[in-house]
C-alpha cells in the first residue's frame, strides 16, 4: 500500500510552533494550492484547496521559521486523516520532506529525510535474498 502526497504551493500564513498535550513539539502551518481550468463557457477559473501540514521530529523549529506566509515551498508525506469530539474527519498532511523553491530561498538546503527504515543487518543498502 502506497501513502503519499507531494505538493507544490504557498504558505497561508506563518507556521505555527505548538505542542501536543503530552509535550511533543510539531510545526503546523497551511499550505493552498491552485488548479487553473476552463469552464463551460471557456472561461478560465482557479481553484484553491487548502491543506493542514504538520511537521515533527528535528525540523520543526526550522520549519516554523522558514515557512512563511506567502513562501513557495515543495511538501511530500503522508495523508493522516483524524475524527474529533463531534465525530467530524478531518485530513492532514505529516510532511517528511521540504523544501522552499522561492529564488531568495536558495541559500537554505533541503532537510535531510528522517530515517524510516531499519537498516539490515548486511550494511545500509543490502537486504537479505
Not at 504558505?11 to 503546523?28: F, N, R, V
Not at 493552498?32 to 463551460?40: G, H
Not at 491543506?51 to 495523508?79: D, E, M, P, T
Request: charged share 25%.
Amino acid at each position: 500500500m502506497i501513502n503519499e502526497v507531494t505538493l507544490v504551493g504557498r504558505i497561508g500564513a506563518d507556521a505555527e510552533l505548538q505542542t501536543t498535550p503530552t509535550g511533543t513539539p510539531y510545526t503546523y502551518a497551511r499550505l493552498a494550492t491552485n488548479e487553473n481550468y476552463k469552464d463551460n463557457q471557456g472561461n478560465w477559473q482557479t481553484h484553491t484547496e487548502w491543506h493542514k501540514l504538520k511537521i515533527w521530529g528535528k525540523s520543526s523549529n526550522r520549519a516554523a521559521q522558514a515557512l512563511l506566509k506567502g513562501k513557495k515551498v515543495y511538501i511530500r508525506g503522508k495523508l493522516r486523516s483524524h475524527t474529533n469530539r463531534d465525530q467530524i474527519k478531518t485530513w492532514e498532511i505529516r510532511v517528511e520532506t521540504w523544501i522552499l523553491l522561492d529564488r531568495e530561498d536558495k541559500f537554505l538546503p533541503p532537510e535531510p529525510p528522517e530515517p524510516s527504515h531499519n537498516p539490515s543487518s548486511f550494511g545500509e543498502g543490502w537486504t537479505r535474498r
